[in-house]
């Protein structure tokens, strides 16, 4: 026996279909594209900048930037890959995944621009090089501007935030942007205080810090972004409801899996086992106007035996 309507969901786009992409997606998908326009030219001038200056922590902010570009690129691809193929019958649950394989992508990149920044801060440390703290110091104010703009403008719409069952491909690219503001922060105030205290260390050290501190966002990126990928049970708390409601008449939960499908979409197979199995569809009842539960696979057992199998879409 099998119910064929979808269970209600709170999300204003893609309502009654199942492509299971995010409800800003269109809107996500824009502003990745613009802001990796704005961060290009950045990257062009940062850069410029370190090598004319001799400023590490100006050429590590143009590095970081320059992997930046790359993300933001990724992430935009990954939203028009998803949305193009949304309804392509090869995506067996859809292309909601997208992101997150974006996200994973931009986690390893993110980690390698960290090494990459800790090898050249560490060689200037030991082999420092004079540089052009006036000219040098504009530029990465400049280039913080522009990731706090840029931040502002990848900012998650205020109903779906980027956390948790949100926009994880729209969450790396804000990541990678607070990574940015992180460096960029760095580099101002080792350059003043190679400037103003005569510090000629603060330069490569605050590259080192940069450093450390992408790492650092790399390592959490690549834990979110791999958790929808290995089918992670993505909320418990999910789960206990969809489990509390199927057993609210003595009914025993043989077996429950829950997974992400995409930006607030969840997707769960349950066995239920009772003494008077009712049919799925009394079952898929119990479970409408459940927040973030898009598609669901319901099997009942008479107790000892198989009595029921149906589909919830």
Not at 101 to 125: D, K, P, Q, S, Y
Request: hydrophobic residues 50%; aromatic residues 6%.
């Amino acid at each position: 026996m099998a119910a064929t309507d979808p269970i209600p969901r709170s999300l204003d786009a893609f309502q009654g279909d199942q492509t299971y992409l995010g409800a800003d997606h269109r809107r996500n998908e824009r502003r990745t594209w613009i802001v990796a326009a704005i961060c290009a030219v950045t990257l062009v001038a940062l850069v410029s900048g370190g090598l004319a200056f001799r400023s590490m922590a100006l050429t590590a902010s143009g590095l970081h930037m320059a992997a930046h570009v790359a993300a933001l690129l990724t992430a935009a691809a990954a939203y028009r890959l998803a949305r193009r193929h949304a309804r392509n019958p090869r995506f067996s649950w859809g292309a909601g995944k997208v992101g997150y394989l974006a996200g994973f992508a931009n986690a390893m990149v993110m980690g390698m621009t960290a090494v990459l920044i800790a090898v050249e801060a560490a060689h200037r440390v030991f082999a420092p090089q004079a540089v052009a703290y006036a000219s040098a110091l504009p530029l990465a104010a400049g280039g913080l501007a522009v990731n706090l703009i840029c931040m502002a403008l990848l900012r998650p719409a205020s109903d779906t935030p980027s956390d948790r069952d949100g926009d994880l491909n729209l969450s790396a690219a804000h990541l990678h942007l607070s990574a940015d503001a992180a460096v960029s922060a760095l580099a101002i105030a080792g350059l003043a205080a190679g400037a103003y205290l005569g510090w000629a260390w603060t330069d490569p050290v605050a590259g080192l810090v940069g450093a450390a501190l992408v790492a650092q966002f790399a390592v959490k990126l690549v834990r979110r972004a791999a958790a929808p990928l290995l089918d992670i049970n993505p909320s418990p708390e999910l789960t206990a409801e969809v489990r509390s409601r199927l057993q609210a008449e003595g009914e025993t939960i043989v077996d429950l899996h829950l997974w992400r499908l995409g930006p607030g979409h969840h997707a769960a197979v349950v066995v239920i086992a009772a003494d008077h199995p009712l049919s799925p569809d009394a079952y898929r009842a119990r479970l409408d106007g459940l927040d973030g539960l898009s598609h669901v696979t319901v099997e009942v057992r008479e107790s000892g035996a198989t009595h029921h199998h149906g589909h919830v879409h």
